[in-house]
């Protein structure tokens, strides 16, 4: 079945630091991937999409890589700031391109002082 | 500043009882999402909707739930009867398959639902 793996454990890390959180799935080859934001009792903020054919994307301090060999997507925050603490998910279209995503858990990010 | 709203924010409800949870997508957008989110299961979809036909609801319990599109601007997720399983916070989104540049879901701000 499809899958998708995001850590389950809280990163945490200090101000200033970049921070890095993985998106893994399996069985599927997505067109793309999307990053999102969420805040608590917020809904998610769509942050960034890259495809397929696609190595790399950035946006201000956000970079986001896409292996499509190693069925991986890391997501980058570069000079972290507490502001940035928030649950990042990644959403894959496993629907073979009739554009309904498919959300990871998503992993929160505590951005220390 | 379009964006999509949800009433009502919260409910609490008796286990039996009839909820309905109102989404109104934002103007133009042509495809509206309503997802389920619990700790344990995370962000799940329940209904799909493009130009107002349903085209996905195989995540949602068919005896009872059900979601509507009455018109453009007005989505409806109904259970019937409520369960204190069904107690998570419900999602709407819009998008619009006119711009696949980012193909970006906006979401509101959720329903909390609490079934006692």
């Known amino acids: 079945s499809q899958k998708i793996e995001q850590n389950s454990e809280a990163l945490n890390i200090q101000e200033g630091k970049t921070a890095t959180l993985t998106c893994n799935y399996t069985n599927y080859s997505p067109a793309y991937l999307q990053w999102y934001r969420q805040d608590p009792g917020r809904g998610p903020v769509f942050l960034l999409l890259i495809r397929e054919n696609e190595k790399e994307k950035r946006k201000e301090r956000l970079k986001v890589t896409f292996d499509t060999t190693l069925k991986q997507s890391l997501f980058h925050i570069t000079a972290s700031q507490p502001a940035d603490s928030a649950t990042y998910l990644c959403a894959l279209d496993m629907s073979g391109g009739s554009y309904i995503p498919t959300f990871g858990r998503g992993t929160s990010l505590i951005v220390h002082p | 500043d379009a964006r999509v709203t949800q009433t009502p924010r919260d409910k609490v409800t008796e286990m039996g009882q009839e909820v309905t949870m109102r989404c109104q997508p934002i103007l133009g957008h042509n495809t509206v999402f309503w997802y389920r989110q619990t700790m344990m299961q995370g962000l799940e979809l329940l209904a799909y909707?493009?130009?107002?036909?349903?085209?996905?609801d195989s995540g949602m319990p068919k005896d009872r739930f059900s979601a509507e599109m009455p018109d453009a601007t007005l989505a409806t997720l109904k259970i019937q009867p409520s369960e204190p399983r069904d107690s998570a916070v419900y999602f709407c989104?819009?998008?619009?398959?006119?711009?696949?540049?980012?193909?970006?879901?906006?979401f509101g701000p959720g329903t909390r639902l609490t079934v006692l």
């Open positions: 989104a819009s998008g619009s398959t006119l711009n696949r540049g980012q193909d970006e879901q906006f």
């Open positions: 909707f493009r130009n107002r036909a349903p085209l996905d």
